[in-house]
C-alpha cells in the first residue's frame, strides 16, 4: 500500500472499482430457458438470425455463429458491455 496516497483517495479508488464491478455484465445467472427468452427478444430485435439449415444461431452485430442459446447470451452480454465502456 502506498502510504504518500491520502485515505479518502484509498477510499474513492476502492467506490469507484465497487461501481465499475457492480456495472459489469453477470451471466452466471442465465439458465437454457431463460437463454431461450433472451435468444427469441434478441431475434425480435433483429440481432440474432436463427440460421435453422446450419442448425445455428448468428449474432448479426459481430458475425458469429452459435449452436447454443446460452453460449450466444453470454457472448451477447459481453460483446455489450465491451461495446458501452
Same mark, same amino acid.
Given at each position: 500500500?502506498? $502510504? %504518500?496516497? &491520502? $485515505? ?5 479508488? @476502492?467506490?469507484? /472499482?465497487? =461501481?465499475? $464491478? ?5 451471466? #452466471? =445467472?442465465?439458465?437454457?430457458? @431463460? *437463454?431461450?427468452?433472451? !435468444?427469441?427478444?434478441?431475434?425480435? *430485435? =433483429?440481432? !440474432?438470425? /436463427?440460421? &435453422?439449415?446450419?442448425?445455428?444461431? !448468428? ?9 447454443? $442459446? %446460452?453460449?450466444? #447470451? ?8 465491451? %461495446? /458501452?465502456?
Amino acid at each position: 500500500m502506498d $502510504d %504518500t496516497i &491520502p $485515505d479518502y483517495e484509498w477510499f474513492e479508488r @476502492r467506490q469507484i /472499482a465497487q =461501481d465499475q $464491478d457492480n456495472r459489469r455484465v453477470q451471466t #452466471v =445467472d442465465v439458465d437454457e430457458s @431463460r *437463454a431461450r427468452r433472451i !435468444v427469441q427478444e434478441l431475434i425480435d *430485435a =433483429d440481432v !440474432v438470425v /436463427a440460421m &435453422p439449415e446450419d442448425q445455428c444461431l !448468428v449474432h448479426l452485430l459481430s458475425g458469429e455463429h452459435f449452436d447454443s $442459446d %446460452t453460449a450466444l #447470451v453470454h457472448f451477447h452480454r459481453g460483446w455489450e458491455a465491451g %461495446t /458501452a465502456e
